[in-house]
């Protein structure tokens, strides 16, 4: 009979961490520009394309994305989230 309940408490585990796997994904979501401050101009002289979050478009100039800021996000623009690439 352990054998069974070792099997058992396994697939009760892997089940229990499978359930988990959604609430993950939701806590990964990303900010709201709004929460975040976003501008669309820099701020202080920092700019989005000089951001470590900051995922660059297809051209220098166009709309890039963000790790942490939900939408389409300016070269230009400034958000709180803002640190400057190493």
Known sequence: ME????ILLKNAALLTGLAA??????AQAK???QAMQYQDQPKNGQRCDACMHFIPGAKPDA???CKVVDGPISPSGW?????KKS
């Open 3 to 6: 054998p069974y309940r070792r």
């Open 21 to 26: 796997v959604p609430w993950l994904a939701r």
């Open 31 to 33: 900010a709201t520009k």
């Open 63 to 65: 709309q890039g994305t």
């Open 79 to 83: 958000c709180a989230a803002f640190v």
